[in-house]
């Protein structure tokens, strides 16, 4: 009876992530797709978690039902690559609208999909590990539909600014590997991305020794403000000297802002180095650093 369960359970979930394919495959160039990270409740869910908060229709607060929103560019533009961002809020906020709209429509034109993560916070999660649940997640989900999404499953990045930055550095540092033994076909898959873009990493609790950097960590592309009360440079500078294949960029003025798509300051030019890195460096790291 139970083995007939388990099959019966494993079969559900195949059907589901099919569904999810077929869904999906529908919005290329179209408008995006919002998706759950997880099939019911997510692993350390919080009972009682309340009600989602959002104010300014852009930023999302007490986040139980972590979600994905699937940007792709017409199939024929696509060029295979594709980024899991991941946006700031000091782990208690996820500023994902605001930030998600302007990368999307600038990604989209280059010809890379864009996936908008909206991880959980704390409150109501009682730590951050649950945001670092979500992004691998998403990670594997990505990785898992790439084929069905026009994406090719060796070229996805992950990119974050701030608390996001700091969420993408412990993923891209830590456990990335897949569960063969699983019966979620998506928990199989590995979460590794190619590499990883950090704009104003903020540091949290957290120094750079606290990082597992080696050689084999993702190449990594870093941007900082020396205004940046928030996020300090030494600490982005720490990142990319323990890291073996690393481009740093520091500008002098724009505080924790500074790198944002429409804003009139010199960091407003990060989207541009970033994907001109992907492009030139990213796949093909030089032996020392940069």
């Given at each position: ?33 919002t998706l759950p990270l997880w099939e ?251």
């Amino acid at each position: 009876m139970l083995i007939q369960q388990l099959q019966a359970a494993a079969i559900m979930k195949c059907l589901a992530l099919l569904l999810v394919a077929a869904l999906v495959g529908s919005v290329e160039g179209a408008q995006p797709l919002t998706l759950p990270l997880w099939e019911g409740s997510p692993p350390g869910s919080i009972a009682n978690a309340g009600v989602e908060k959002a104010f300014n229709d852009v930023t999302a607060m007490n986040v139980s039902v972590p979600a994905m929103t699937v940007y792709l560019p017409p199939r024929e533009k696509a060029t295979g690559l594709a980024i899991v961002y991941c946006s700031g809020g000091s782990y208690n906020k996820v500023s994902h609208v605001s930030d998600a709209v302007g990368n999307a429509d600038y990604f989209l034109a280059q010809g890379i999909s864009l996936i908008v993560v909206k991880y959980r916070t704390a409150p109501p999660s009682s730590d951050w590990d649950a945001a670092l649940s979500d992004a691998r997640r998403a990670m594997r989900i990505v990785k898992h539909q790439a084929k069905e999404w026009n994406i090719d499953p060796t070229r996805i990045g992950m990119l974050g600014g701030s608390a996001g930055a700091h969420l993408i550095l412990r993923l891209a540092t830590s456990e990335q590997q897949g569960h063969p033994e699983s019966d979620d076909l998506v928990e199989r898959v590995d979460c590794r991305p190619a590499f990883v873009g950090l704009l104003c990493p903020w540091p949290g609790k957290s120094k750079v020794s606290d990082f597992a950097i080696t050689g084999d960590t993702p190449p990594m592309f870093l941007c900082s403000a020396r205004d940046d009360t928030v996020a300090p440079t030494d600490f982005a500078q720490g990142i990319a000297s323990a890291s073996a294949h690393a481009r740093l960029w520091i500008i002098d003025k724009g505080g924790h802002a500074a790198f944002r798509l429409g804003n009139q300051g010199e960091g407003a030019q990060w989207a541009a180095r970033f994907t001109d890195w992907i492009k030139q460096s990213a796949f093909n790291p030089p032996t020392i650093k940069r």
